[in-house]
């Protein structure tokens, strides 16, 4: 008989493959609908954020690809992590959109399809914190405000400590969430889509603590120049 007419046969796509997901529904969406619609909107966002804030021509290009960074994650962040935050007990069975790309986001991690508790709660931190802050970022460096660089520390901080947290736990699972070696759902969708939310905040820690840094050291020798 073939397996997947069995009526053992898991009827998802998900890994461990015997896994119970009991209100699973087939996506009616391709993966190619998916994808386009994400990086469709994550692309506009960039080029209108670029052109925003090159209109005042006081920002370099370093830091007009930093804040074009923030805006895509208010984007990820507020709309699709939120949406997760929501909606992650009735993702397995809805149709709607974002839930569609969750459930192919999970076939690279089914930790998003059974409600883990760890997931959950990173997920709702990274939605309703560094979502709004992301945002906020982005305003501070239009405007020049003096507390730019902390709100880029904070949350570039936050995001290293949930994607490290996020693979270091997957890792101690001995990544059962997903077809391990899968050229897209493990290597694409798992790793590469979160590595990213690993080395850019890296960057961007080095660059808020040598621009806090500076700032620092001219506040120490103003002050030291004021007592002589």
């Known amino acids: 008989m073939d397996a997947a007419a069995s009526p053992s046969a898991p009827l998802h796509p998900f890994w461990p493959r015997d896994l119970l997901i009991p209100s699973y529904v087939a996506n009616d969406r391709s993966m190619s609908e998916i994808l386009v619609f994400l990086f469709s909107v994550?692309?506009?966002?960039?080029?209108?954020?670029?052109?925003?804030t090159g209109s005042?021509?006081?920002?370099?290009t370093w830091r007009r690809l930093a804040v074009c960074w923030f805006a895509v994650c208010g984007f990820i962040h507020g709309v699709i992590e939120g949406w997760f935050s929501l909606y992650y007990d009735v993702i397995p069975g809805d149709q709607s959109f974002l839930s569609q790309l969750w459930k192919e986001y999970s076939k690279g991690d089914s930790r998003y399809v059974i409600a883990d508790n760890f997931t959950i709660c990173m997920e709702t931190i990274t939605a309703w914190f560094w979502g709004p802050f992301s945002l906020w970022t982005v305003f501070a460096f239009l405007n020049n405000k003096p507390y730019r660089f902390v709100l880029q520390l904070i949350i570039s901080l936050g995001q290293l400590y949930?994607?490290?947290?996020y693979f270091f736990t997957e890792h101690r699972d001995s990544y059962v969430h997903s077809e391990y070696g899968h050229p897209v759902y493990f290597w694409f969708y798992f790793v590469f889509m979160n590595a990213l939310w690993v080395v850019i905040p890296l960057l961007l820690i080095v660059d808020a603590w040598r621009q806090m840094s500076t700032a620092q050291t001219f506040a120490d020798r103003t002050h030291k120049a004021k007592r002589k």
């Open 42 to 52: 994550s692309g506009l966002l960039l080029l209108v954020t670029w052109l925003v």
């Open 56 to 60: 005042s021509g006081q920002l370099g």
């Open 162 to 165: 949930g994607a490290v947290l």
